[in-house]
């Protein structure tokens, strides 16, 4: 008799997305390299990604970047990756926050290899919320600044606007 | 607990850049090309579909024979990875399987147009990986292929 969880296939996303960043481990020589495509993967996938959560969420346009802010963290992530960030650490300006991940679902059951300390995992995320965002006019700058799978406590994502963005510019895949 | 678009969309983004990898190195894409992406995706999906058995099947699993274990891939397995069961099962009985869905998960995204027909094994490389993952994990060897005659209806064959 099989054991089988309740219908959830978030296992298949993430041995899936394990299956993809040791594959460019193997194609790139580099952590460097193989965190740049990650990003720009994530971002083609962002681009994307906004048009589900605008039909799927009844978010309206956001007033601010603090706004902006709670509604990744609150509705975003909440709805893709079941977890909700707390936002903190907003800079003076306001122009910057931080998300805190207690726990990263991209990160189960995952260790890092000794040879691949600088490898920013998750890097996928930071090029999705780029590229979303580039979608609702938004130019961000997306990090990590602290990652589990580093030895830190907690996953820390910093977000800061860069500037709006003109409605007709086009966009395309990187 | 990801949601399942995240896998649909990161699944697109993957075969997409498996695709221009191949043709960035290469200038243009021939058949050899194509049977390299295709092996990278499939050798992909293999080694996750192991890993999803181990996880689903913590009890050591007791099916009665192949044609149990190709059952539990139509309708428990193929509901978690796929999201639905597969419509038609046939056999051969001489270890011959065809597995028919005809709402292909990740053909949906795709138009029904003629030429999306030509695309569609790059999509469904990796899903055949999968399943030939799983039943390595479950003991059985085999090969995987599928083939689209009208989208979003696939027919995976294993043998």
Not at chain 1, 42 to 47: A, H, K, M, R
Request: aromatic share 10%; hydrophobic share 40%.
């Amino acid at each position: 008799v099989l054991v089988l969880s309740s219908y959830n296939n978030s296992e298949l996303f993430t041995l899936t997305y394990g299956a993809l960043v040791t594959q460019l481990c193997k194609d790139y020589e580099n952590d460097e390299e193989v965190n740049k495509q990650l990003d720009k993967m994530g971002y083609n996938i962002g681009v994307r990604l906004i048009e589900d959560f605008l039909a799927r969420s009844s978010v309206g346009r956001c007033q601010d970047f603090r706004e902006t802010a709670d509604v990744i963290a609150k509705v975003a992530f909440k709805m893709y990756l079941g977890i909700t960030p707390s936002v903190t650490n907003w800079s003076p300006a306001g122009d910057e926050f931080s998300l805190i991940l207690e726990n990263n679902p991209l990160v189960d059951f995952v260790e890092l290899p000794d040879n691949h300390s600088t490898l920013i995992y998750s890097n996928l995320l930071c090029g999705v919320l780029r590229g979303a965002l580039e979608m609702v006019q938004m130019a961000v700058d997306v990090r990590f600044a602290q990652d589990t799978l580093r030895g830190d406590n907690v996953t820390e994502i910093r977000m800061k606007f860069i500037k709006r963005i003109e409605e007709n510019l086009p966009a395309g895949d990187e | 607990m990801a949601d399942g678009v995240l896998f649909e969309f990161l699944h697109m983004e993957m075969v997409s850049h498996v695709f221009k990898d191949q043709q960035s190195t290469n200038g243009e894409m021939n058949n050899k090309d194509r049977a390299v992406c295709t092996s990278v995706l499939e050798g992909m999906g293999f080694r996750v579909g192991q890993g999803l058995i181990e996880r689903f099947t913590r009890d050591s699993p007791s099916f009665k024979d192949e044609l149990d274990i190709m059952k539990f891939i139509c309708k428990d397995f193929w509901t978690q990875v796929f999201r639905r069961q597969v419509d038609n099962l046939r056999t051969n009985h001489q270890g011959t399987y065809v597995l028919q869905d005809n709402k292909f998960v990740l053909l949906t995204q795709l138009s029904s147009g003629k030429q999306y027909l030509d695309d569609a094994p790059k999509y469904l490389a990796y899903s055949c990986g999968v399943i030939r993952g799983a039943l390595s994990s479950l003991g059985l060897d085999s090969v995987v292929t599928a083939e689209v005659s009208l989208m979003p209806s696939c027919n995976f064959q294993v043998t």
